[in-house]
């Protein structure tokens, strides 16, 4: 069996959407904080990076003070 998924779906799997939400409706109840990835910016504390396009949890990597 081969299946082929909506286009809409894409949509919703792209996690660059999340920081477009955080930015028009910060601290929402519903949303996490979520901010585009800069390699240059030191993040402290524990934080989850995640690619933009990955489906189902793939490559998701949990860092703490930007340590693997």
């Not at 189902?56 to 703490?64: K, S, T």
Request: glycine share 2%.
């Amino acid at each position: 069996t081969q299946w082929v998924e909506p286009c809409w779906k894409m949509l919703l799997s792209n996690k660059a959407i999340l920081v477009e939400l955080w930015k028009k409706f910060p601290h929402h109840p519903y949303l996490l904080e979520s901010h585009a990835f800069n390699a240059h910016v030191s993040l402290q504390g524990k934080w989850v990076k995640k690619p933009i396009l990955a489906r189902e949890g793939a490559n998701i990597r949990v860092l703490e003070d930007n340590i693997d």
